[in-house]
Structure formats: C-alpha cells, structure tokens
C-alpha cells in the first residue's frame, strides 16, 4: 500500500520544504525530508545519493539547490526523473523558477520523463526579508540591493507549500503547472517601505551598483550563489515577472497572502526586532 511509503521532500530543511514537511506530518503522513546532511544524505552534487534517498517512497517534492537557472540543471533533473520512474513513484512536484529559461528547460524535462508532474513557478519569496539574506539589512534600517525600481509579485512561502501539499495529497492536480505570485506587485522600496510601517521604525531601501554589491557580499556568500544572485537581479528582475498570476487561487481556491499582511505577521513575531 503507498499510504504507508513516505514522500520524499529533496531540500527538506529549506524554506518550502521545511513547510511542506510539517504540514504533510500534520496531516499524519510519513515524510523523508532529506539533504546533505540528513540521515539519508541527498547531494546534488554527488549522484549516487539520489537513488538510496528515491528507494521506497510513493511521491516527491523536489527543490533544485541552488537554482534551476544554473547550467547543468534540467540534466540532474532528468536523471532524477528517471529514477523516480524506475522507482515507481506516482507523482513528482518541481519547484521551478519564473522567467528563467534554465527552469524552463527543467520543467520540460520532467514533463517528458513518464513520470507524473505537477510544475510550482515561483520568483521571489516573502521569506527572503524574513529569513533570508535581506534580514541582516532590515534589521540594520537598511537594504542595499542592486534592484531597479521594477514591481515584483512577491510570493509567501506558506501559499507556495499549501499548493504542493494539495498537488501531493489531492485529486485535480497531476501534469498541472501553477504559476504562482502575490496578489500585487511591489518594488523592493515599496516592499521594505511597508516593512518599516509594519515594525514602527526607519528602514531604508537603497540602490546601489552590482560592482558594489559583490563587493559588499562576497565575504560572507559561495561565487556560485554570488552569481546567481546577479543573475536573478540584473537578468530575471527586468520586468518579465510583474504581471500577477493566479496560480495560488487555481489550485487552492483562495487568494494568495498579501505583503502587508506577511509584513504584520513577522513583524508581530519579533523577527525584525532590534
């Protein structure tokens, strides 16, 4: 029987899939959240991990790290594909990216495995103010970012992870792609300005140059993600992603959360409290 085989979440400890884990045990399901260094191990980088972590489980929730825009990334995610067919799993869920050509090839690849998909687009997370690399600037009054003044639909992370607990424990939403946004989109300055009016206090937003921003971030962040995050700012933030999608309400039949109710939540949570 596949209620007892447990579902598989690669990048169990991230931001969705930590999310996915708990609601999926909340509702009394077996999960094998796993990660480099989980007593499973799954490595990205080390391909003999991947069948040991696929063997015995009946679905999959699957975060990319770092990111399906990197090259090489639709490759690791046919041959995880293809495992995940010799392995018999009923339904494969993609957390992919928005407008990045890179996901896109990914997702097509899983498409075309045999395998049954359900295809998550998301850009920008709420969390990333939150939980991310933008806390230390919210919390020092200010965000240096090389963003241009382009809206974004921020997406929370608890919509993203309800809409892959329901693909994986629903009927409706097999070889489905839900491409999912906030309900409004937002610059950065907009989206730090209601941060400030949410804890009561000065925080800034800033612009400055890319040169600047490596400069200022690769002490402390790997040259991988340091280009990715250029990637992601100079190449994917030109304005592709600022039409809202409906991705949250097709699948959940509800609206998306809005970023001033995320921004009152964590506000109240003390995460932003000096």
């Known amino acids: 029987m596949t209620e007892n085989r447990p579902i598989l979440i690669i990048g169990g400890a991230g931001k969705t899939g930590a999310r996915v884990n708990t609601l999926l045990r909340e509702r009394g399901m077996a ?3 796993v990660s480099r260094s989980s007593e499973t191990p799954f490595d990205w980088t080390r391909r003999e991990t991947w069948a040991p972590a696929l063997k015995g489980v009946s679905r999959a929730y699957v975060t990319y790290q770092p990111d399906l825009a990197v090259d090489g990334a639709d490759e690791d995610i046919a041959e995880l594909s293809r495992l995940a067919r010799e ?7 993609l957390l992919s990216g928005r407008g990045e050509p890179g996901a896109q090839r990914a997702e097509a690849v899983l498409q ?9 687009r ?4 709420n969390q990333n103010f939150s939980e991310g690399p933008f806390r230390d600037g919210i919390l020092a009054g200010e965000l240096a970012l090389p963003a241009d003044p382009i809206p974004e639909p921020f997406i929370d992370a608890d919509d993203i992870a309800d809409v892959v607990v329901a693909a994986l424990t629903e009927d409706g939403h097999k070889n489905r792609l839900y491409e999912v946004t906030g309900p409004r989109a937002l610059t950065f300055a907009e989206a730090v300005d209601e941060i400030a009016e949410a804890t009561g206090r000065p925080i ?6 890319a040169e600047a921003f490596v400069e200022q971030m ?10 990715l995050l250029m990637e992601l700012f100079t190449v994917v933030l030109d304005g592709r992603n600022v039409n809202v999608m409906h991705g949250v309400e097709e699948a959940l039949g509800r609206k998306p959360v809005d970023f001033a109710d995320y921004a009152r939540r964590v506000a109240a949570s003390g995460v932003w409290a000096v």
């Open 122 to 125: 998301a850009s920008w997370f």
């Open 112 to 120: 075309e495995s045999g395998v049954v998909w359900t295809n998550v």
């Open 204 to 209: 800034r937003y800033r612009q400055i140059s």
């Open 87 to 93: 392995e018999g799993l009923e339904h494969v869920v």
């Open 218 to 227: 690769r002490p402390y962040v790997p040259e991988d993600i340091l280009n």
């Open 31 to 33: 999960t094998r959240p």
